[in-house]
T-cell receptor
Framework: RKEVEQDPGPFNVPEGATVAFNCTYS??????FFWYRQDCRKEPKLLMS???SGNEDGRFTAQLNRASQYISLLIRDSKLSDSATYLC???????????FGAGTRLTVKP | EAQVTQNPRYLITVTGKKLTVTCSQN?????MSWYRQDPGLGLRQIYY???????DKGDVPEGYKVSRKEKRNFPLILESPSPNQTSLYFC????????????FGPGTRLTVT
């Protein structure tokens, strides 16, 4: 079993839709959680960190459920520019080696 | 501008011909990492470095070497490349702390024939 698992998609949604991605992690010692965005053939870039209490950044909301060991990303009012692959990333306590999910691909269509 | 640079960006080579991919960061970060990205597998860590002269293996170190003689540079060396090392490679740097954002280079697409 992979340490970080994501639904690979693809998710094809119309503009304005709300879409949610989930990610599960297997290591209960995981301490830090992130969502990265990766455009085609480009480097990953941090979208947002995920905090225990949940956090929001504009149209994006991230949630963490430690008991069930999953994190989620909600995108409201999808834009064409949101089309990308979203990577779930976790880091174990006391380590500096990030574990990446394989990514969920999102395509937003007009 | 704060950035991580990698060179070359694209490389086609033949089996067994030694190559080096350079990585440099200008943010004075202590930590640097190398990853490879393959379809369906996500990014997998090859090696990482916590500071000058301190390196450690990641998940897939076989066939790779690294060095960290200066804080800003972290080259990846393939002594004898093989076709299964055909991949997209990313270098990343970040300050100390497990909750740090990682800054990635633009990637190096390597093909070994």
């Amino acid at each position: 079993r992979k340490e970080v698992e994501q639904d690979p998609g693809p998710f094809n949604v119309p503009e304005g839709a709300t879409v949610a991605f989930n990610c599960t992690y297997s290591n209960s010692a995981s301490q830090s959680f992130f969502w990265y965005r990766q455009d085609c053939r480009k480097e990953p870039k941090l979208l947002m960190s995920v905090y225990s209490s949940g956090n929001e950044d504009g149209r994006f909301t991230a949630q963490l459920n430690r008991a069930s060991q999953y994190i989620s990303l909600l995108i409201r009012d999808s834009k064409l520019s949101d089309s990308a692959t979203y990577l779930c990333v976790v880091n174990r306590r006391g380590h500096n080696d990030m574990r990446f999910g394989a990514g969920t691909r999102l395509t937003v269509k007009p | 501008e704060a950035q991580v640079t990698q060179n070359p960006r694209y490389l086609i080579t033949v089996t067994g011909k030694k190559l080096t991919v350079t990585c440099s960061q200008n943010m004075n970060h202590e930590y640097m990492s190398w990853y490879r990205q393959d379809p369906g597998l996500g990014l997998r860590q090859i090696y990482y470095s916590m500071n000058v002269e301190v390196t450690d293996k990641g998940d897939v170190p076989e066939g790779y070497k690294v060095s960290r003689k200066e804080k800003r540079n972290f080259p990846l060396i393939l002594e004898s490349p093989s076709p299964n090392q055909t991949s997209l490679y990313f270098c990343a740097s970040f300050p100390t702390g497990s909750g740090s954002e990682q800054y990635f280079g633009p990637g190096t697409r390597l093909t070994v024939t």
